[in-house]
């Protein structure tokens, strides 16, 4: 079984920092994709980053230039450096990757529990 395990959430300043990592355990045979979504109360999940198995990188528009994603493949590991946040950062960010646990497995999508983000005006 795929697990996600996100990490780095807390509370900050405006204009200060974070870094968020997810973990994914249990082995994954591949992993397509891995993204990181935000839900805040009253507000849908939405995609804040994501990356493709061919090292495609998107952005919503809302953090373009002050959001980093990176992946460590050697170690399933993905990151979110956050800069510049803002008040409107604040959710919660959950890990999302789209992942075969064998090799003869159906791509499946999986979540992480979330870590939650404050960000302090």
């Known amino acids: 079984q795929v697990r996600l395990v996100e990490s780095g959430g807390g509370l900050v300043r405006a204009g200060g920092s974070l870094r968020l990592s997810c973990v994914a355990s249990g082995s994954p045979f591949s992993i397509e994709s891995m993204n990181w979504f935000r839900q805040s109360p009253g507000k849908q999940r939405e995609l804040v980053a994501g990356?493709?198995?061919?090292?495609?990188?998107n952005y919503a528009d809302s953090v373009k230039g002050r959001f980093t994603i990176s992946r460590d493949n050697a170690r399933n590991t993905m990151y979110l450096q956050m800069d510049s946040l803002k008040s409107d950062d604040t959710a919660v960010y959950f890990c999302n990757a789209r992942a075969r646990e064998r090799s003869y497995s159906s791509l499946t999508s999986y979540w992480g529990q979330g870590t939650q983000v404050t960000v302090s005006s």
């Open positions: 990356t493709g198995s061919g090292g495609t990188i």
